[in-house]
């Protein structure tokens, strides 16, 4: 199994910035990619951006310039680097860990709300 937890959503003003991170704990052999995805009140979740484990990226199209997706392998932690931010945005937010021999794991999900 392989543990999953998002951290640091919160409440800020539309141009701000926040950061989240991902850390993934347990048995983190053959973890691939990792990534995140968003899910506002009535609306499906998406994808919003991954990270392979090489270091290859891809970008949701609402996100691409403002928000940055990184990765530790060593911690076995991704890190999604919020800038501008819209209302839009608002959202919770959750991380997706991608293992190579039995699929996905998620985490429970941060809030982020973005005023305007």
């Known amino acids: 199994q392989v543990h999953v937890v998002e951290s640091g959503g919160g409440l800020v003003q539309a141009g701000g910035s926040l950061r989240l991170s991902c850390a993934a704990s347990?048995?983190?052999?053959?973890?691939?990619?990792m990534g995140w995805y968003r899910q506002a009140p009535g609306k499906q979740r998406d994808l919003v951006a991954t990270?392979?484990?090489?270091?290859?990226?891809n970008y949701a199209d609402s996100v691409k310039g403002r928000f940055t997706i990184s990765r530790d392998n060593a911690k076995n932690t991704v890190y999604l680097q919020m800038n501008s931010l819209k209302p839009e945005d608002t959202a919770v937010y959750y991380c997706r860990v991608q293992r190579n021999y039995d699929g996905d794991y998620w985490g429970q999900g941060t809030q982020v709300t973005v005023s305007s």
């Open positions: 347990g048995s983190t052999f053959g973890i691939n990619a």
């Open positions: 990270i392979t484990k090489g270091g290859s990226t």
